[in-house]
T-cell receptor, first 115, second 113 residues
Framework: ETGVTQTPRHLVMGMTNKKSLKCEQHLGHNAMYWYKQSAKKPLELMFVYNFKEQTENNSVPSRFSPECPNSSHLFLHLHTLQPEDSALYLC??????????????FGEGSRLTVL | AQKVTQAQTEISVVEKEDVTLDCVYETRDTTYYLFWYKQPPSGELVFLIRRNSFDEQNEISGRYSWNFQKSTSSFNFTITASQVVDSAVYFCALSEVDDKIIFGKGTRLHILP
């Protein structure tokens, strides 16, 4: 059983839909992250939350809206997406924000396809 | 600026062969951290190793070994006697102190039976 669980694993949506990705970590970590993995591009950090507070927004378009109600849960709300937003969205957590000190624990990702 | 280059996009070797994955990095800082992660077909990245810039000692863990050379800004990863289960995408990553982790583009490794 993975310590970081992401749902749904696969999502297909139209450009006018509104959907959400969910991430839950069972590791007692205080920092959570959203990464985007597109084909042939490096992993892109999107958002960072530390103790439920957003500490980083990496110039992500407003059609992606994160929410962190508590240290164990992280959501990514999606609306009016574009086909180029199709990617694997990975959630990760770490003991503390300084990821350089601690390792990241990743979920298996949510594969998003925007039609 | 930070940068991680994994020049090998894809590698295929026959099972039991040794294989080395290259990683070259750029950073302005004297204190930084280097990482390797493995991404199997299931999707989740799995942490393999973290190295800080002051520790150039090479590390071995079973069939895995890492060669850190500051003189050439490289942090290469070798798998000895490769197995089919080693097939995955491997990412090298770099972080300066209190900064985000920057990942390379990854090397897709195919171990052929």
């Amino acid at each position: 059983e993975t310590g970081v669980t992401q749902t749904p694993r696969h999502l297909v949506m139209g450009m006018t839909n509104k959907k959400s990705l969910k991430c839950e970590q069972h590791l007692g970590h205080n920092a959570m992250y959203w990464y985007k993995q597109s084909a042939k591009k490096p992993l892109e950090l999107m958002f960072v939350y530390n103790f439920k507070e957003q500490t980083e927004n990496n110039s992500v378009p407003s059609r992606f809206s994160p929410e962190c109600p508590n240290s164990s849960h992280l959501f990514l709300h999606l609306h009016t997406l574009q086909p180029e937003d199709s990617a694997l969205y990975l959630c990760a957590s770490s003991q503390k924000r300084e990821a350089a000190i601690g390792e990241l624990f990743f979920g298996e990702g949510s594969r998003l396809t925007v039609l | 600026a930070q940068k991680v280059t994994q020049a090998q996009t894809e590698i295929s070797v026959v099972e039991k062969e040794d294989v080395t994955l290259d990683c070259v990095y750029e950073t302005r800082d004297t204190t930084y951290y280097l990482f390797w992660y493995k991404q199997p077909p299931s999707g989740e990245l799995v942490f393999l190793i973290r190295r800080n810039s002051f520790d150039e000692q090479n590390e071995i863990s079973g069939r895995y070994s890492w060669n850190f050379q500051k003189s050439t800004s490289s942090f290469n990863f070798t798998i000895t006697a490769s197995q089919v289960v080693d097939s995955a995408v491997y990412f090298c990553a770099l972080s300066e102190v209190d900064d985000k982790i920057i990942f390379g583009k990854g090397t897709r490794l195919h171990i052929l039976p």
